[in-house]
């Protein structure tokens, strides 16, 4: 593998994504919000996140800059860059199907809001957190330059870190005791570690 292919495959995968989420984005709309947590804070977060897995890595894969930041490609980190991309792709399409008219790009609670604890949410209580924390690897991979390879890591884990407590509280006051249980059988982002 190239590193021309590597970094088209990174785009490719982009466009993916957002050919996944846009179909749920827009019918997530049509769905009444019950109860929002989000607010400015959400939206700031969502912002790091943006500019980290698109804004940084689409300015570089257009023209080529920061070079300055560029290492040595190697195909095997296109490869693993390939694998990991497939996969968040796959955990993406799989947690909106899964989630249906439940997800939101925001920290929103939906009428009759149903507490998803099937499929890959069996196992871990974030799968749409998973894949995008496979995302940001496979940008790392895919995209050999310290400042777009990593902005992904960085931007996503941003919002991570400073939004999953906050989401999992909005999760126990809509659900209660279920949450709590539902907390104890499960793991956050990787099944039996984390």
Do not use: C
């Amino acid at each position: 593998m190239s590193r021309l292919i590597a970094e088209w495959i990174w785009f490719v995968g982009g466009v993916l994504w957002f050919v996944i989420r846009f179909p749920h984005q827009r019918r997530s709309r049509k769905t009444k919000v019950a109860r929002s947590a989000g607010g400015t804070h959400d939206q700031v977060l969502l912002g790091f996140s943006l500019t980290g897995l698109a804004i940084i890595p689409l300015i570089y894969f257009i023209t080529g800059e920061p070079s300055f930041a560029d290492y040595a490609f190697h195909p095997w980190l296109g490869w693993i860059g390939a694998v990991l991309m497939l996969w968040a792709l796959v955990m993406l399409y799989e947690t909106h199907r899964q989630l249906g008219r439940n997800w939101s790009v925001t920290l929103d609670t939906r009428k009759k809001h149903k507490l998803v604890d099937t499929g890959l949410y069996a196992y871990v209580r974030h799968p749409m957190y998973t894949g995008f924390w496979l995302l940001a690897l496979a940008q790392a991979a895919l995209l050999t330059n310290w400042i777009a390879g990593l902005s992904g890591v960085v931007g996503w884990g941003i919002l991570f870190f400073l939004r999953v407590g906050r989401e999992e509280q909005l999760m126990i006051e809509t659900f209660g005791d279920d949450y709590r249980d539902y907390m104890q059988r499960t793991k956050r982002v990787i099944p039996y570690l984390y």
